[in-house]
């Protein structure tokens, strides 16, 4: 019997905290991002998301992920009524700020206010942007699937605007996350910053892989 | 005119390398995955992952978003036909060897063999897994969602085994993906390693963000 191993006889009797904690783990580090959206009302909200991913270059498109709808989600019901949102990259500077967001905060309370997070709003866009972060994007809904198997919600996103602060893309289009100082989620409340570790060649068969030089420090 | 600002009258006029390392860095720090699975033919894979999340916790659930099935795509066909795969947290040992295997070999050459990664096979699950990866998960399609947007599919997966080499879960369920030396991946060909930064108590309004302090080095 290998002790490392895990299965449902396992995990179906673990505390449930205990589990949800692991679970979270297993999928890798994860982007941390704070959305920004407006209620109908006016009222500005925050929320912290890390179940986001990369969906298409062109257009470019990413796609974030919603917990069921069991309990009042302002940033899904925000988005879908205004059809407007940002995303915005958190870095390690505004990291405990953007944790604090993560709280259950009635509807009227705008998490920007209780975080201590400045409003920010880039030309005419009507979703509140995060000033202290290094990246923000303008993202619109294009499409909505609901996953069966646990009834949460996989929104399509197409990117409108980036605006970068304080960084420009390098010769090839690449962008250094770790100048940044973007943060990864690790689980449910741990995060860890970058440490450089490798930038490659394309890899092509019968090649060695190899680094890029200038890119290690 | 904010010269920090970025739209569609911008990136449609980029080079289409710029605008594909551009686009896939501005998601964030993604997780990294060798997907292992097998051919009918008996031929084993590896495929490099980085749209990978997290979906749900009971029963453990994660998504993987694969591209447009424009050319030979072997993880989703494999996947699709065996209905098992492996998903192997990459590490910073094992980097350039997983870097390998995301160049284009054709379907009867082993990723394995080409890479220098250990094909190892757990209990009796079919796929194969990757043994320098210190978190294997055995997984197994249960959905699929075509994205219209550009024509990527999600998969949908079921964890059924989880195996840890050299780490045991916390007494919370956490599992710290920087002491198994996890690496994301930064755009198309970076990579970077975790560094530490908090652990903070579960945010709730009112309560000042609190770090566990046990966990900062």
Redesign the interface.
């Known amino acids: 019997m290998?002790s490392?191993?895990?299965?449902?006889l396992d995990?179906d009797g673990?505390?449930?905290?205990?589990?949800?904690?692991?679970?979270?783990?297993?999928?890798?580090?994860?982007?941390?991002?704070l959305m920004g959206t407006k209620h109908s009302s006016g009222a500005s909200n925050l929320g912290l998301f890390?179940?986001?991913?990369?969906?298409?270059?062109?257009?470019?498109?990413?796609?974030v992920?919603f917990r069921p709808l069991t309990v009042a989600r302002h940033s899904y019901h925000n988005l879908k009524e205004q059809k407007q949102a940002t995303l915005n990259?958190v870095s390690?500077p505004m990291?405990?700020?953007a944790?604090?967001?993560?709280?259950?905060?009635?509807e009227e309370?705008s998490e920007f206010k209780?975080s201590g997070l400045t409003e920010e709003y880039?030309?005419s866009w009507d979703a509140p942007a995060v000033q202290q972060s290094p990246?923000q994007?303008g993202v619109m809904p294009?499409?909505e699937?609901r996953?069966?198997?646990?009834k949460?919600i996989?929104f399509?996103l197409?990117?409108?605007?980036?605006?970068?602060?304080g960084l420009s893309?390098e010769r090839?289009?690449?962008?250094?996350?770790?100048k940044l100082e973007?943060?990864?989620a690790?689980?449910?409340?741990?995060?860890?910053?970058?440490?450089?570790?490798?930038?490659?060649?394309?890899?092509?068969?019968g090649?060695p892989?190899e680094?890029v030089d200038s890119?290690i420090p």
Chains 1, 2 share one sequence.
């Not at 673990?14 to 890798?28: E, I, L, P, T």
């Not at 197409?158 to 602060?165: A, G, Q, S």
């Not at 090839?172 to 770790?178: I, M």
């Open positions: 290998d490392n191993l895990y299965t449902s995990w673990w505390d449930k905290q205990f589990r949800r904690y692991f679970m979270n783990a297993v999928s890798g580090p994860k982007p941390l991002f890390s179940n986001i991913m990369h969906v298409g270059a062109h257009p470019p498109t990413v796609a992920l990259l390690e990291l405990s700020k944790h604090l967001c993560s709280a259950s905060f009635p309370v209780e880039i030309e990246l994007l294009v499409e699937h996953l069966e198997a646990n949460t996989l399509v197409r990117v409108e605007w980036i605006r970068l602060n893309p090839d289009g690449f962008l250094d996350l770790q973007a943060v990864s690790n689980g449910l409340d741990a995060y860890a910053g970058m440490k450089p570790v490798s930038k490659f060649l394309y890899a092509k068969p090649r892989v680094a890119f």
